[in-house]
């Protein structure tokens, strides 16, 4: 499912003395089965954009096309279930939004609001308790007896149980340690890659958008700052730090690395893995 | 739609009813809420109406602006009107609908009341919007210092308080979070049967309550760190100055109580 | 040169109504003037390290000395006077309705006097570089400046040693290294004694001495540079190493020559360049 935002405004608190603007013609497009990362400081408007990716949030002005269904400012729009069942949405910490008494029942709680019946839910929970990694037995638990990183994961699951097209995620895996990180952005590019979902990614990490995204569009001061591949948007370091954002550590090292060599490398590498193997492979032509 | 409600919220600014001491404007309060109900008349509406503005005025808080946070108190206040309209059986008939009959005295009752009830909502809401939150909660402690003999918790009520203060806006911002969360898994906080709409709120109070206790928690630890063990031994960051502004502040609300209790007997 | 500022021997702690040991049988010393990190995995004792050391929990075995003063019921606020400590959530530990009056909590909690109590809160955000932002309040700063005002609030009270728990694995990247910059210029400029108990091994690299707790034992210790010749040893204890660290390995992996594990980018590149390029 495409999703495409033409000249989107938002402001906070419109109408009073408080009101601020949020964000300000952003346009941009998430092609269908494609993985885009939006990258920006905190204050860049990245949460913003993500709340009109299934409406939580209206446009003032502009319009936000999902699917087949057109979001515009002033019109009201029936179909909000079905767009949010469509596009599912990773909050940041989202084990605060757990509420069941158990694991179970807190996953098909999305599922259930969407109208699939009970048994299904069931089904469909014990699936995405496999899909994030949990031992079957959980689903009986109460998720507030999990550990901090499980809880975490009962929480992804029960966005995965709506079965969205698009998967929206806000720094899943801040506080996190390392390993748990990796586990869980893998199985996210797993299901794009596999099961043709679209996946959005909202980080300050430079190096997951690195190693992740297919497209990488960076926000700064409410407005679209560049849009790119990310071989694009990391060989021009500069206009990345004149927005105050970090160059991945991988370009980083490349580059220092360059300046002894005295020229560019063949390519601009996107992780660790690459650089190693295009070094290695530099000193293999060299001797 | 919260961000809409002016009751309780500052702004921040340099005016003289700013710049007044929190006890000073507590005190007016206290004795506005009497001397509201000695109004009974066109003129004495009239004087305590023309001191309100004059508060505002000074308070420099647009007045659109004050009006516009009244809006969703107006409601209540239509109420009030409509009651009195309905149900006061006093003075000439105006019109009578079947079994509704409206008399004269039930208007200008109606008018009166709302008016009362208006201008009480006007001046509290000035109040918090010319004074920190901080600073009320600390003129609540000075002026109720005295009820410590009689064993009346007065520092840690204030304590409490101020603490509340602090979080009411953090848990807002939770509110605001976890509910945006559950809607994103279809949850619909705004239609439906009542029933259905209370079964709603638990996956909002649920986790909200948890987090709440974890914050309790976590802060009581933090405060124990930093040496906190109750109201003995402790000193005041924030000390209260009442300047010659306070006290002609009370002179001239002695002499508008006089006024208006000359003026309610014509 | 090396006076001891913490001693801590033979300390076990055990939770009421858990089986497992958190603390099992730790014994170290932390050095006056020192940056020393206490990595671990979550689970591994490291916390519970961090509570005890500013009393809120006591040592069911052992003994902790800290500042002259030996940890008990009796001592414990003295101790806190010696020992501020910067927790996680940057909102949870913020009492304060403004930034000034948070800074001046601990010092109404310790009965300063007000004249003085008002120079050290501006002293106090002079050194955290936050004076700008006097009279805002909390829900309008970011995480970064909500830590950098706790910090400011341990300071104003003097003390000898800051405990920062997990200070900043809530904070964005910039806010993140926001903190540590102030740390630093404290630990340098002060000489204030810094304990960082963190699972971050990037922020552990810039630390003078590195302690590894696992399953509530004392895993091993040493300076940063010891400590990532572990290697892969540190990802099995649930630990991320540090970019060059992994950067070492991949490129020995690769068929390159390297003398060491490097966790500077800088001498990685430099040994790189000079082992297998130059001629």
Sequence with gaps: MDIKLREVEYRYAAGTPFERPAITDVSFHIPSGQYVAIIGHTGSGKSTVLQHLNVLLKPLKGEIEIGSHTIAAGRKEKNLKEIRRRV????QFPEHQLFEETVEKDICFGPMNFGVAENDAKNRALEAVRLVGLPEDVLKKSPFDLSGGQMRRVAIAGVLAMKPDVLVLDEPTAGLDPSGRQDIMNMFTGLQKTNGLTCVLVTHSMEDAARYADKIVIMYKGSVHRIGTPRDIFRDTDSLTSVGLNVPETVRFQQSFEKRLGRPLDKVCLTPEELAAEIGKLRGEIS | MMEKIIFGRYLPSDSVVHQMDPRAKLLFIFAFVGIVFLANNVMTYALIGAFTFLIVFLSKVKLRFLIGGLKPVLLLVLFTFFLHVFFTKE???????????????????????????LLLILVTSLLTLTTPPISVTDGIESLFGPLKKIKVPVHELALMMSISLRFIPTLLDETDKIMKAQRARGADFSSGSISNRVKAIIPLLIPLFVSAFKRAEELAVAMEARGYKGGEGRTKYRILRWSMRDTMAMVFLVVLSAALFILRSY | MNTIAISIKGVSYQYPEQESIALNNVSLDVYKGEWLAIVGHNGSGKSTLAKMLNGLHYPSEGTVMIGGYALNEENVWAIREKLGMVFQNPDNQFVGTTVQDDVAFGLENNGVEHGVMEERVYASLEKVGMTAFLNQEPHHLSGGQKQRVAIAGVIALRPDIILLDEATSMLDPLG??????????LNEKEGLTVISITHDLEEAAKADRVIVLNEGRLYTEGTPQNIFQLDRELLNLGLGVPFAVQMSQLLTDAGLHLSQRHFNEEELVSELWTLNFER
């Design chain 1, 88 to 91: 599912g949405i990773v909050f």
């Design chain 2, 91 to 117: 003075g000439d008939i105006l019109t009578q609908f079947g079994l509704l009959t409206i008399y004269k005295g039930g208007v200008i009752k109606g008018i009166f009341i709302s008016l009362r009830f």
């Design chain 3, 176 to 185: 993140r290294e926001e903190v540590m910059d102030t740390v630093r210029e």
